[in-house]
């Protein structure tokens, strides 16, 4: 049929929850920014002179999905822009459809978004996260009505679209919160053509009884229907995990409602879902009338899931430890704006690590989060941002119900999800003059309801506001022991308590600052100065690196060697605690806030196991050696170049690995074979105590498990040479990579001798023809750092030309590289 052909090149169909269309094209090209206001959207519109310097202001060429705040979310040197920011583009729309809608779908713009095609404002709203559309159709008509301004435009649409973070206290989520309120296009644009009638949303629910024996699909849906129509005729098939068709039917409709319940299909021993076998049905929906006929597909999973009243967490019958991370949709150099093969990728690096549970945090996400979820078999908590500061006033609370219905609906049909997040750290006050916590637990019992109302097959949860613990069905409590709190020993014991407390118990949030590259010889030495009365929960001012108790969030070292030992003692406590639901730890990538300037990588929360740039810590091999089954061993300090002690001097060598014995090489000598034991703390007993020589040192493990083996080899260097105080940075060239050169700042006394535990703040610079691999919000992209171990490393790109490089710190004189 010509419609079906028509852009076949340029139309994706896109199988998802609230794009009701037959035909989507991704409006990802020729889109020009400017990062200010206009005066008017005549200003976007009106004629540019050629060759005149009037023309302004002046616009940039930009792709979508694209953020504000790319860079100068982790930018040193300011505070990131929050303002309003305009797109605008000129848009060939060719509707195959007769009569058809034409329709903007965004999957997310932040944080309020007015959309114009030429002079006209056709739409707006408010969030940054919650998926909406807005119908162009008769504004577009109008338009190519007007021959004159139609013809300076050579046929297209000219579509114009402001976006704006600014700081606005009667919104959520507040400007306290601990990550960056981005602003943007920052998710998919998409491009809709729809017949008259076509669908708005399908809602799937499948069930299945406790004994997994028999299923119900109920279907329903909400039609888009602007024009009406009262008859038409509608076709459903359900195919099952192995693409075999189980149900198919039809329906005649003569006096068609905006609701309709569509079919109730009962499903004897259906194929359950769940993390290790995410069997996924097929619903294939088809509306037509008048010969033109819209699709919808859906994806659904039949699993039964229950948080036991005082005990763990059940799956289809059968007890599941929850091991969960926490994502943010935040990049290095895009932030907020990730593409889908990002997305793709980290989702994969949460699998691979052995996660069967993502919290959301602290806002709903990409449907592409939710459909990679469904497919690899990840649970997910998602939730609502309403995080920190108090309770507004009616805008703000009507905005919190309207995002919580849209993110229920919208994701209504994905198996992953089992909660539904009401709220975060909702005991933090200061947006407002008053915080009145009768009145912050009367809006999360309405939201509870709501939830509810929407939705009684999932759970409600909120984390850390005790005082409104009673109302949602699982809660979790504030438990950071060995960080903000306490020690990580403590873990089991304070976790224990707080079970007790409530009826069902999830703990979301745990772990520990680590600044990529840093490693340490004694990572415990705060520990003992801190007041172990001082339990495990976080309170107001615990992040701060100035004042307060002693806490190894401010006195600890902040390597990588310590956030491995926490990490290490709760998960093999986790395995000797059979009334735990799961946790969740915080987060898997380092990501932006604007919070935190002073981290040893500024406004960069560095909690994760992973780097902003997908670059693994050390720590992401602790949970592969507790949470998966394919074979693995890592040898801990892939990225600790050297090693330091006294000569003869013993030190401990640790391999985290799921297998069942490994075997340590040390320049070639067995160091002997270890059995794993998880009770066996450090590295579940696969650890030994290494004597180095000076210099060079090749290390090898064998690691078994049955018949299967793998290796892993790391070189490190031993240094014995004791270092004084620093007085002397220096800069070095130690990669170059056509035109793309890394540079290394080091550290050192007046010996000569590198500073090893220097943790110096030093500053790129660089003048010249090249340019600095910066603002990145990783410990190599970012010219404002802390040095890891007496040195630190960025790149750049020289442009074909010359430039000189510069690293200076406090009290010690400027180094100068010329390249």
């Not at 090209?29 to 002046?58: C, F, H, M, Q, T």
């Not at 979508?64 to 790319?70: M, Q, R, S, V």
């Not at 089992?418 to 909702?426: F, M, S």
């Not at 560095?606 to 050696?625: A, L």
Request: aromatic letters at 10%; proline letters at 4%; hydrophobic letters at 35%.
């Amino acid at each position: 049929m010509k419609r079906i052909l028509l852009l076949f090149i340029t139309i994706i169909f896109i199988v998802c929850n609230n794009l009701y269309s037959q035909q989507a094209q991704r409006l990802n090209n020729d889109w020009e920014y400017l990062k200010s206001d206009l005066g008017g959207i005549w200003e976007a519109n009106r004629p540019a002179k050629v060759g005149s310097s009037e023309s302004v202001p002046l616009w940039t060429k930009v792709t979508l999905p694209h953020c504000f705040n790319a860079l100068d979310a982790v930018d040193p040197d300011v505070n990131y822009y929050q303002g309003p920011g305009w797109y605008r583009s000129n848009l060939r729309i060719e509707n195959p459809y007769q009569n058809g809608r034409t329709i903007l779908n965004f999957e997310g713009a932040g944080q309020k978004t007015q959309v114009y095609v030429y002079n006209t404002k056709v739409g707006e709203h408010v969030g940054g996260y919650d998926e909406w559309t807005v119908d162009i159709t008769d504004a577009v008509e109008a338009f190519k009505k007007d021959t004159v301004f139609n013809g300076r435009f050579k046929g297209k649409i000219p579509i114009s679209i402001r976006c704006d973070n600014s700081r606005d206290l009667e919104m959520i989520p507040s400007d306290l919160s601990d990550f960056n309120i981005y602003g943007g296009i920052y998710r998919y644009l998409n491009l809709v053509y729809t017949p008259q009638l076509s669908f708005d949303k399908i809602f799937a629910l499948a069930e299945v009884d406790a004994a997994g024996k028999l299923g119900t699909l109920k279907i329903s849906s909400r039609f888009y229907n602007p024009k009406n129509i009262q008859n038409a005729s509608l076709k459903i098939k359900i195919t099952d995990p192995n693409n075999k068709i189980i149900s198919e039917s039809e329906k005649q409709f003569t006096a068609l409602k905006l609701t309709e319940e569509l079919a109730q299909i009962q499903v004897k021993k259906p194929m359950l879902w769940s993390p290790d076998a995410p069997n996924l049905y097929k619903v294939e929906i088809t509306v037509e009338q008048h010969g033109e006929e819209a699709s919808h597909t859906e994806k659904v999973g039949f699993r039964n899931f229950e948080f036991i009243k005082k005990g763990p967490f059940m799956l289809n019958g059968k007890r599941l430890l929850l091991r969960g991370t926490h994502r943010h949709e935040d990049h290095a150099d895009v932030a907020a704006a990730m593409t889908e093969g990002m997305i793709r990728t980290e989702i994969q690096m949460m699998k691979n690590m052995g996660v069967n549970f993502i919290r959301l945090g602290h806002y709903q996400q990409s449907r592409i989060v939710l459909n990679l979820c469904d497919s690899l078999g990840i649970m997910v908590w998602e939730e609502i941002p309403w995080c920190r500061g108090g309770l507004g006033g009616q805008v703000y609370q009507a905005q919190a119900k309207r995002m919580l219905t849209n993110m229920i609906e919208q994701h209504y049909n994905h198996p992953a999800i089992i909660i539904w997040g009401l709220g975060n750290e909702n005991d933090w006050p200061n947006d407002f003059t008053t915080f009145d916590e009768s009145k912050i637990r009367a809006f999360m019992s309405e939201l509870n309801d709501l939830s509810h109302k929407i939705d009684n097959t999932r759970m409600t949860a909120i984390r850390r506001c005790d005082f409104c613990k009673d109302i949602v069905d699982v809660y979790s409590p504030s438990i950071w022991a060995g960080w903000y709190r306490g020690i990580y020993t403590d873990y089991k014991e304070i976790t224990e308590k707080e079970f007790d407390s409530v009826d069902k118990f999830l703990h979301v949030e745990w772990g520990g600052d680590s600044h990529a590259g840093r490693h340490s010889e004694n990572p415990d030495d705060a520990v003992s100065k801190v007041n172990r009365s001082n339990k495990g929960d976080e309170r107001d001012g615990d992040a701060s690196l100035f004042g307060g108790s002693a806490r190894v969030s401010k006195d600890g070292d902040w390597s990588e060697s310590y956030v491995c030992s926490l990490i290490d003692w709760h998960l093999k406590e986790q395995e000797t605690m059979p009334w735990l639901s799961g946790s969740a730890y915080w987060p898997f990538k380092d990501f932006s806030t604007p919070v935190r300037p002073d981290n040893p990588v500024p406004y960069v929360n560095q909690k994760g196991v992973i780097e902003r740039d997908f670059t693994k810590k050390e720590s992401y091999y602790v949970f592969q050696s507790y949470w998966t089954n394919k074979l693995m061993a890592h040898i801990y300090g892939h990225s600790w170049p050297v090693r330091w002690g006294d000569k003869d001097e013993d030190r401990m060598v640790k391999v985290y690995a799921n297998a069942d014995e490994a075997e340590l090489f040390v320049n070639g000598i067995s160091q002997g074979i270890k059995k794993r034991n998880s009770q066996d703390f450090p590295a579940a007993g696969l650890r030994w105590m290494v004597n180095y020589k000076e210099g060079h040192n090749t290390l090898k493990v064998v690691a078994r498990k049955g018949k299967e083996s793998v290796i892993d080899e790391i070189i490190q260097d031993y240094q014995t040479a004791k270092w004084g105080k620093p007085t002397k940075l220096i800069l070095e060239k130690i990669a170059d990579d056509n035109g793309k050169i890394t540079i290394q700042a080091k550290l050192l006394d007046a010996n000569n001798i590198l500073c090893l535990n220097a943790k110096n703040v030093i500053e790129f610079g660089l003048t010249g023809d090249g340019k600095l691999i910066d603002n990145q919000g990783t410990s190599v992209g970012s010219r404002r750092v802390e040095l890891y171990n007496g040195r630190a490393v960025i790149s750049l790109y020289t442009n074909g030309g010359k430039s000189i490089t510069s690293v200076k710190t406090d009290g010690i004189a400027t180094a100068f590289l010329s390249l």
